[in-house]
């Protein structure tokens, strides 16, 4: 096999890092279910919490590359991966591409937790939980996941009709080639020069998500832009509803955006997406939504 020298000198970046990752017990950058995240030099080194990996045969790198190559190929923006390996503590690690922006928002409590202390306590959070907190710091927590959402959901309102476009397409190419998406904030990224971007892609291919319709995919959708809700019970109730406000609007953008697809939606089911819309809102968008129910007449049509 030839190697690039871009390659070449990719590779010793990240064996650089690898060995600095042996040496040294380094506190993860993030963290997600299953990985601990080290960020590095435009690399992200994925490493699998469960352990030995040689024991883990779950992981498949073959497969998971060729899901990955075969996204790309197909236009969706999702990271490359560009390799694996096992450290010396037999755990399992794989080296991506460091997607731009930033997730959408934190669900994960332990994450939410550590980007509210990043900036002063980090080490004292390693373990927290939110249960573990005083009431006071429980609201500064809370403060802090709802300005991350605010100030992302002002993000999106200025993102282009182009940009939720794509990432429509791209939920629906990766939905169509038989991958569920793990739907939530913390598996897409944004930035607003490159828009959307979909991590932690699963490699297992499932015939039946091939023929999931159109309209389960966007209830999907909405369910993961109602999730910027998440710890709606320890933010500030102000916020609460600016979240909310914000949320109607980002709707409003996705709906739009939706003429411009190729998604097919029945009446009945439009009815229903309505509804979950509604739902995601908060009731107290209710009768704005319903007024506006004549403008998404009009998408409805148009998706026939
Ligand atoms: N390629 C990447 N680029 C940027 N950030 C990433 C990348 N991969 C993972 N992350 C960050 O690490 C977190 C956890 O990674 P993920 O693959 O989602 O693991 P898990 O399966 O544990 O959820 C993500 O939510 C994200 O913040
Ligand atoms: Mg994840």
Redesign the pocket.
Known sequence: MVFSQLELEETKKIRKYINHLEKNDIFP???????F?Y?KSGF?F?KY?KTPAIKNSSYEFRKRKHVNDDLIKLGVNT?KIRMAYVDKKENQVEV????????LYYR?EK?AIRFAYSHKYRNCVKKCELKDLSTYLKKKVGEFVADYCIDMQKQLKNATKGQFVKFLRDYKTISNYGINI?YHG??I?YSDEKGF?F??IDENIRESRKQDGDALLVNEIINMIGGFLSFKEIMPEKKVEIIKKNNYTIFKMLFDALKTTNYKITDGEFERLKQEVVAACGYSQRDVLLRELEINRDFKNKMR
């Open positions: 950058d993030t963290e997600g279910a299953e990985k995240v960020i992200v994925l919490k990271p991506q591409l460091e997607a731009p922006g930033r997730v994960n994450n793990d913390e598996n990224l971007y991590i932690d």
